[in-house]
T-cell receptor, first 111, second 115 residues
């Protein structure tokens, strides 16, 4: 659960294109996988989450997929807009432990 | 519903001093977690308090401490400040139990600069 690797560290896309950020984790007991968005000068904000008994979850332009066998989960943003520009963090949790965060991805959407 | 409030938002200290940061969680939330955010290390877990008791603790030296009051408000203290303590300190609250235990709501953070 503590070892969460996130890639890429930076990502630039043209407005309207899709963006994908991927995280891998090490503890097979992990059961909760949230994604947070952090804008400049603000704290991280939860944008979507998924639990281990679900393979995919979608909320408008944002989706998260989970592959428990491969121990990775991904954030998909479609039809990107300039306001999607921010730093995105994945996290995971196992049991009663706290969230452990990835190192973040700085997404830039170019108008 | 008011969000998580952290005070102060910015502060500057010198090496060797100590600092106390405050966090008021969302009304009804009983769990408060603290994280240190730095450009190089990302978000590092400090500790979590639930119903006035420290429930989890990260790998930080004893100079970092915290407490939680009966109204769920929390404070964290850093003594004998070092240059490397310069960071954004984030507080997050959650219900602390059940499905709500997983969902953290963060405050805007307290940015500490140590000179």
């Amino acid at each position: 659960g503590e070892n969460v690797e996130q890639h890429p560290s930076t990502l630039s896309v043209q407005e309207g294109d899709s963006a994908v950020i991927k995280c891998t984790y090490s503890d097979s007991a992990s059961n909760y996988f949230p994604w947070y968005k952090q804008e400049l000068g603000k704290g991280p904000q939860l944008i979507i989450d998924i639990r281990s008994n679900v393979g995919e979850k979608k909320d408008q332009r944002i989706a998260v997929t989970l592959n428990k066998t491969a121990k990775h989960f991904s954030l998909h943003i479609t039809e990107t807009q300039p306001e999607d520009s921010a730093v995105y963090f994945c996290a995971n949790r196992f049991g009663a432990n706290n969230l452990f965060f990835g190192t973040g991805t700085r997404l830039t959407v170019i108008p | 519903k008011a969000g998580v409030t952290q005070t102060p938002r910015y502060l500057i200290k010198t090496r060797g001093q100590q600092v106390t940061l405050s966090c008021s969680p969302i009304s009804g939330h009983r769990s408060v977690s603290w994280y240190q955010q730095t450009p190089g290390q990302g978000l590092q877990f400090l500790f979590e308090y639930f119903s006035e008791t420290q429930r989890n603790k990260g790998n930080f030296p004893g100079r970092f401490s915290g407490r939680q009051f009966s109204n769920s408000r929390s404070e964290m203290n850093v003594s004998t400040l070092e240059l490397g303590d310069s960071a954004l300190y984030l507080c997050a609250s959650s219900a602390g139990t059940g499905l709500g235990a997983n969902v953290l709501t963060f405050g805007a953070g307290s940015r500490l600069t140590v000179l």
